[in-house]
């Protein structure tokens, strides 16, 4: 992939940072490769342990004390916060401006990444999007992550996403920027909720969703096949197929890695046919897998296409007619 503006370096970072991701994938497929004695006390453990195979934020290892720094990414315009939560939890956050009187510089991506790492793995690919879209990104780090306290489960990253949005609404600088959720995997799913809840206030623009699953409970049997009889188990259920058709007023984009090794593509695909929302829009990525889409042609033009038409500043047309001229359906 060689999107117009892109350097070399930056390129690079966006490889190693896949690279890292995959490495740290592997992880996720240690159940399914196991010996059958070694599934079964995995799927034994399945209700007990699994959050500590849902969320492994200690992966990659150090991933919870040696966190990268904007500036390592080259990037100089940018915040880094502790957050509050009602629940008494500090979260990291980094807050990155695009260009200062940008097309796009009304206009805030929320990123929620997936369930390893932290939000420094993900600074190459927030880099692109201000170099790339002229927008600024707010990074979040879910409790139990990188630098944020606490442990991390299904009910406290749902309140994190809530605490996330709540923050930006109540900044003076992003109180009238118009949001864009953008959710990796893991961070698919909380994008999913968090939208479902907060749509009417208008603030929303749109939703991102890259290589996420159905369900939590719909994903086990890829990933840990013994365990498929034993969904009912799961109370980390991330329930994206019944949440997502109640959006019915943020356009939709899905991005879809066509080689996922995690999280089948008919998930995607799925989710897209249970989006009601009047305009959806699919971008298949043939080659990519589920860290390596970032590097697939098209991906961020995809991005910079949806971002423009619904949070540009045309004078003329609706935002449905906006996004459906840019935008390909399936």
Not at 129 to 151: A, D, H, K, P, Q
Not at 184 to 198: D, E
């Amino acid at each position: 992939m060689s999107p117009p503006g892109a350097s070399s370096p930056h390129l690079s970072f966006l490889e190693q940072t896949v690279s890292l991701l995959s490495t740290v994938a592997a992880y996720m497929r240690l159940p399914a490769l196991a010996s059958t004695g070694v599934a079964a006390v995995l799927t034994t453990l399945l209700y007990f342990k699994q959050k500590a195979l849902i969320y492994p934020s200690h992966m990659p290892p150090n991933a919870r004390t040696d966190v990268p720094r904007p500036s390592q990414f080259g990037i100089k315009d940018f915040e880094e916060l502790v957050i509050p939560t009602n629940d008494g939890e500090k979260l990291s956050a980094f807050y990155i401006r695009g260009p200062r009187g940008g097309r796009n510089s009304k206009c805030t991506v929320v990123m929620f990444h997936g369930n390893a790492g932290n939000i420094g793995h993900r600074l190459p690919i927030a880099r692109m999007l201000i170099n790339y879209i002229g927008c600024n990104v707010f990074m979040l780090e879910y409790r139990g992550y990188g630098l944020s306290t606490g442990e991390p489960d299904e009910k406290g990253i749902t309140i994190d996403a809530q605490t996330a949005l709540e923050y930006l609404r109540d900044r003076a600088e992003t109180s009238k920027h118009k949001l864009v959720i953008y959710g990796q995997s893991l961070g698919g799913a909380v994008s999913v909720k968090l939208v479902s809840k907060n749509q009417h206030a208008g603030d929303i623009v749109g939703l991102i969703l890259e290589n996420t699953f159905l369900s939590m409970r719909s994903l086990i049997p890829s990933v840990i096949p013994p365990a498929k009889y034993l969904t009912m188990l799961c109370h980390q259920v991330w329930p994206s197929e019944s949440i997502l058709p109640s959006i019915t007023e943020v356009p939709i984009l899905f991005l879809s890695g066509l080689q996922d090794e995690i999280v089948p593509p008919s998930h995607m695909r799925k989710l897209y046919e249970l989006a009601t929302t009047p305009t959806k829009i699919w971008k298949p990525l043939p080659g990519g897998d589920h860290n390596s889409s970032v590097l697939e042609e098209g991906y961020f033009e995809a991005i910079s296409d949806f971002v423009s038409n619904i949070a540009g500043d045309e004078k003329s047309g609706s935002q449905e007619q906006r996004v459906r001229r840019s935008g390909r359906r399936a």
